[in-house]
């Protein structure tokens, strides 16, 4: 079961952590990818890591304000959220798939949490 947690309200310009734990099965073997949905719009591409966390890749509206990371030994996948704006405002979701990257689409993976919110004021 993956579980996000981190979420929460913040002013602009500010960072948040999200993390992503699974409780039931191990993290090594499955790429992993952060996404997620706005009200009224679908849900979208945030961020991918491949299985061993060398491989990364990012949406163009957070390059160079999020990172994402992982720890297998944690069964722990992250996103630092830093510069946060208010177009970020939406829920995260983490996913998996046991491929060695994900990449950004969606249908790649098959594994979802339920969300962590994150507001962002102006």
């Known amino acids: 079961q993956l579980v996000e947690s981190g979420g929460g309200l913040v002013q602009a310009g500010d960072s948040l952590r999200l993390s992503c734990a699974e409780s039931e099965r191990t993290f090594r073997g499955y790429a992993m990818g952060w996404f997620r949905q706005a009200p009224g719009k679908e849900r979208e591409f945030v961020a991918a890591i491949s299985w061993r966390g060398g491989t990364t890749y990012y949406a163009d509206s957070v390059k160079g304000r999020f990172t994402i990371s992982r720890d297998n030994a944690k069964n722990t996948l992250y996103l630092q959220m830093n510069s946060l704006k208010p177009e970020d405002t939406a829920l995260y979701y983490c996913?998996?798939?046991?491929?060695?990257?994900?990449?950004?689409?969606?249908?790649?993976?098959?594994?979802w949490g339920q969300g962590t919110q994150v507001t962002v004021s102006s």
């Open positions: 996913a998996t798939t046991p491929s060695h990257y994900g990449g950004s689409y969606s249908s790649n993976y098959d594994y």
